[in-house]
């Protein structure tokens, strides 16, 4: 069995991630693999038109109105009791 620590994990990721590294071996059984590499995939942007732009804020915006609205009520109802001094 071969000690390992979390930082020792975390070292061996964060090096395979700056070096671009498909999979990552022990170093004896690196030489056994065929090594890989990962293919970038290219996102095409979706192109939207003004009226489903407007449609998608309005919807955000609307959204973030009816989470203030409850959050205000959770407020009142929490601080309600203390401003009628029960």
Known sequence: MIPVTKDDIRKVLERAFLFGEG???LPEQATSHTPTTLTPITLTPEIYTKEETNEMV???CGAQEK???E???VVDDTY???DKGY
Request: hydrophobic share 35%; proline share 7%; glycine share 14%.
């Open 58 to 60: 309005t919807g955000i």
């Open 67 to 69: 989470l203030g609205d």
């Open 80 to 82: 309600q009791p203390l």
């Open 23 to 25: 999979n990552i071996y």
């Open 71 to 73: 959050l205000r009520t």
